[in-house]
Antibody, heavy 118, light 107 residues
Framework: EVQLVESGGGLVQPGRSLKLSCAAS????????MHWIRQAPTKGLEWVAS????????YYRDSVKGRFTISRDNAKSTLYLQMDSLRSEDTATYYC???????????WGQGVMVTVSS | DIQMTQSPASLSASLEEIVTITCQAS??????LAWYQQKPGKSPQLLIY???SLADGVPSRFSGSRSGTQYSLKISRLQVEDIGSYYC?????????FGGGTKLELK
């Protein structure tokens, strides 16, 4: 059974950093691209970042470029999102997702809440 | 960026009713479109991919269609477990973008 379990969320002050993790199991992690998608409270879904299976290619939405870094450890089957210089508008539930059986987000984690506030 | 304009933003329907949600892409995305369902307090789940293909385990009352750059999600006979929010998403070009969502409620 495919499982994605996020952790590392919490309350953080503007300008500070936070690192999210997503532990994967039930599939060969190193074979698939991974993604972070977020959802601000009562709002819609917003793609944040993606990483290729090897980790050699990364992609970001403009509003997080230079502040967020997506990475992966294939030996540990874990995806990461390092978030620096956090802003109030980064407040959201962050989901990790993958694309195993389709080229879309076909498996999602349960999400982790990040609140940026003083 | 490709804009996905989804309508309606909210919808109230009765059990067994036919429900249709649409998404208009700002440019040609071919069949690079998916639909997701998000139940209250839960993670989104893939319903339809490649514009018309049903994801594993999704009931056959859900279907997707395409006409040019307009995409539709149809629920043939609304059930109580279908209540929630629905989102379209294009995977043609980075950045991947979602529609604004449709909140489906029972009348």
């Amino acid at each position: 059974e495919v499982q994605l379990v996020e952790s590392g969320g919490g309350l953080v002050q503007p300008g500070r950093s936070l690192k999210l993790s997503c532990a994967a199991s039930g599939f060969t992690f190193s074979n698939y691209g991974m993604h972070w998608i977020r959802q601000a409270p009562t709002k819609g879904l917003e793609w944040v970042a993606s990483i290729s299976p090897s980790g050699g290619s990364t992609y970001y939405r403009d509003s997080v470029k230079g502040r967020f870094t997506i990475s992966r450890d294939n030996a540990k089957s874990t995806l990461y999102l390092q978030m620096d210089s956090l802003r109030s508008e980064d407040t959201a539930t962050y989901y990790c997702a993958t694309e195993i059986t389709t080229p879309f987000f076909d498996y999602w984690g349960q999400g982790v809440m990040v609140t940026v506030s003083s | 960026d490709i804009q996905m304009t989804q309508s309606p933003a909210s919808l109230s329907a009765s059990l067994e009713e036919i429900v249709t949600i649409t998404c208009q892409a700002s440019q040609d995305i071919g069949n690079w479109l998916a639909w997701y369902q998000q139940k209250p307090g839960k993670s989104p789940q893939l319903l339809i991919y490649d514009a018309t293909s049903l994801a594993d385990g999704v009931p056959s009352r859900f279907s997707g269609s395409r006409s040019g750059t307009q995409y539709s999600l149809k629920i043939s006979r609304l059930q109580v477990e279908d209540i929630g929010s629905y989102y379209c998403q294009q995977a043609h070009s980075n950045p991947w973008t979602f529609g604004g969502g449709t909140k489906l409620e029972l009348k």
